[in-house]
Each structure stands twice: as C-alpha cells, then as structure tokens.
C-alpha cells in the first residue's frame, strides 16, 4: 500500500540552528512533492513544491531536497526562528491524481 | 484579498444527529476539496470538486457523508447520524485550475465534536 512517512516525534533545535525534517515514501512515483506549514487552529499553508527532475529547491531560509531514488525528501530551515515553530507536512500525488498528505513532524525552535 | 472561509469554526453535536459544514472558496478558484484531520493526524481526502465535472467523492468515508457545491463556488460538507469517530477538524481548500502542481489554500477549518 501507499504510505508517507514523516516523523511523528516532535523536533525540537536551538534558534540558529538548520533544522532538518524528513519525508519518506513507499509504492508512489510522485512527479510533484509539495511541503506545508501548519500552526496549531489554522489551516495548513503552501510553503514549496518541488518536481521529480528538481534535485533540490530554495526559497529564502528553506530548501528542499527531493530524491526519487530514496524516495524520500528532505526539508530544510537554515537559521531557525521561535517563529518557524509548527507542524511541517509533505503531500504527494497519488494514484488517483490527489494529493495526499503525510501525518507531519512538529518543530519547536527554542530561544 | 479574502482567502477561504469556513463556518462554524467550531460545531458541538450529539451523536445521531446531522449536521451541514459551509466552505466559502477564494473568488474564481474551480477547484474545491474537503480533508478531515483528526487529532495528531494527517490530512485525509474527502471530496473533489472541479468545476462542472462529477465530483471525486472516493475519499469520503461512508454513505453518511455527502458534499454539493452550488453555483461552482460555496460548498457544504454534510454529515448525517454522527458518530462519535466522526470528531474531527474538517478542513476546505481551493485551489485555481485544480491540477495536482497547483498550490491549495486552506480555510481555517471546522472542529467537530460529537458527543
């Protein structure tokens, strides 16, 4: 069956540090890998999306890796603010055309 | 300009009764879909609608729950007989052309509480 994974454990770095999450896969051959921000009683907030010929993507503090091969992706916050504290989901194309979305990883960046 | 909107933000129920969740898209985006997220979860999809095309309903979970959009803009989720598993926060999303690399803005979502 399909899954995404994503790290269900809170991460929780010093401000100033590169956070890292990740994003693993199984049984997709996504040609578009999307990530999102969600803050707690909101809805989540498109941040990037990267294509499957796309090795990596950057916008601003955030970059985004995307290995077809490992079936995994990796997102990246350089330089991490209290402010980027939130659940951070990736969301793939499924079989059906949709998107479906990993159970996310909440980041906590500490002062 | 306005992004999505939903309403109530918060619905308190007692099981076995029904009850209707409003979507209000961004102006001019064809494309409408409904997730639940219960606690701790992931987004899971519930309905698709693009345009005048048949909706994808294959996300909704049992014959309890039907979704119409109106006019090609507001929609409503309804959930009839509630079920205590049923407690969730429904989110709505639009999105422009509703293509699989088009972003979807989300709405703040309804938190369902059955009871």
């Known amino acids: 069956s399909q899954k995404i994974e994503q790290n269900s454990e809170a991460l929780n770095i010093q401000e100033g540090k590169t956070a890292t999450l990740t994003c693993n896969y199984t049984n997709y051959s996504p040609a578009y890998l999307q990530w999102y921000r969600q803050d707690p009683g909101r809805g989540p907030v498109f941040l990037l999306l990267?294509?499957?010929?796309?090795k990596e993507k950057r916008k601003e503090r955030l970059k985004v890796t995307f290995d077809t091969t490992l079936k995994q992706s990796l997102f990246h916050i350089t330089a991490s603010q209290p402010a980027d504290s939130a659940t951070y989901l990736c969301?793939?194309?499924?079989?059906?055309?949709?998107?479906?979305f990993g159970g996310g990883t909440r980041l906590m960046v500490k002062p | 300009g306005a992004g999505v909107s939903q309403s109530p933000s918060n619905k308190v129920t007692e099981k076995g009764k029904d009850v209707e969740l409003r979507c209000d898209p961004i102006?001019?985006?064809?494309?409408l879909y409904w997730y639940r997220q219960s606690l701790g979860q992931g987004l899971e999809f519930l309905i698709y609608f693009q345009g005048n095309s048949a909706p994808d309903k294959s996300g909704l979970p049992s014959d309890r729950f039907s979704a119409e959009r109106t006019g090609g803009s507001v929609s409503t989720l309804t959930i009839q007989r509630t079920q205590q598993e049923d407690s969730a926060v429904y989110l709505c999303a639009s999105s422009s052309r509703g293509g699989y690399s088009d972003t979807q803005y989300f709405g703040p979502g309804t938190r369902l509480t059955v009871l």
């Open positions: 969301a793939l194309l499924n079989a059906g055309n949709m998107l479906t």
């Open positions: 102006s001019g985006h064809t494309a």
């Open positions: 990267i294509r499957e010929n796309e």
